[in-house]
């Protein structure tokens, strides 16, 4: 079974430039998410889509970021502008349905460097 | 809110010694608990899992047992070896955080032979 592809893997960009990041989830897995993991700490929720609806956009700093999950499948997140601290490691993970006991499995990550 | 604590790191340890991580959580409701790990330039793999009070997950010889009591979910293993150098991440997910993964800041592990 394929696991979770994202692209690119590596993204250097100057400040106040635009970036997108794309994930293909596991195959009929209705549930995607965007993290953000900065250096030194854990993983932290940026975007929950159920199947192409949006769960829980809390934390999405939504003035500079954006996402989407077309047809309920692949996902985009988007920034502009960028900013030095969105210097991160950026993972789409995907699960069944969501609930309690699902797993959640992780995609490579992008790397992203904000000069 | 939900939260994570775990062992703060580094820990370094020589191969065949005893791993103990700690990790304890504050959550709404029942969660289910987590390891995640993270090799070197990686992405995060589940290790492990547990989704009720007193159940023990166990992946590659690791083993971790979910405390109702004492709100905790602790890493062991009995005998490291160098391959198990990453970084191990304590999570939870509960119905109270929206079923998102709340983690813990993660524990780097170098195991040396």
């Known amino acids: 079974e394929a696991g979770v592809a994202q692209s690119p893997r590596y993204k250097i960009i100057e400040k106040r430039q635009s970036v997108a990041f794309w994930c293909n989830p596991i195959s009929g897995h209705a549930t995607l998410y965007w993290y953000q993991q900065i250096l030194g700490q854990g993983p932290k929720l940026l975007i929950q889509?159920?199947?192409?609806?949006?769960?829980?956009d809390s934390q999405l700093p939504k003035d500079r970021f954006s996402a989407e999950r077309l047809k309920g499948v692949d996902s985009t997140l988007k920034i502009q502008p960028a900013k030095l601290e969105d210097s991160a490691v950026y993972l789409c993970a995907s699960s069944f349905v969501g609930q309690r006991t699902d797993t959640q499995y992780f995609g490579p990550g992008t790397r992203l460097t904000v000069l | 809110g939900d939260s994570v604590t775990q062992m703060e790191g580094p820990v370094t340890l020589s191969e065949e010694a005893f791993l103990t991580i700690n990790c304890t959580y504050t959550a709404t409701g029942y969660p289910s608990l987590f390891w995640y790990v993270q090799y070197p330039g990686e992405g995060l793999q589940l290790l492990l899992k547990?989704?009720?009070?007193?159940d023990k997950g166990s992946n590659k010889g690791f083993e971790a047992t979910y405390r109702k009591e004492t709100t905790s979910f602790h890493l062991e293993k009995g005998s490291v070896q160098v391959s198990d150098s990453a970084v191990y991440f304590c999570a939870l997910l509960s119905g109270g955080s929206n079923y998102k993964l709340t983690f813990g800041k993660g524990t780097l592990l170098t195991v040396n032979p």
């Open positions: 547990a989704t009720k009070a007193d």
């Open positions: 889509f159920q199947n192409n609806g949006v769960v829980d």
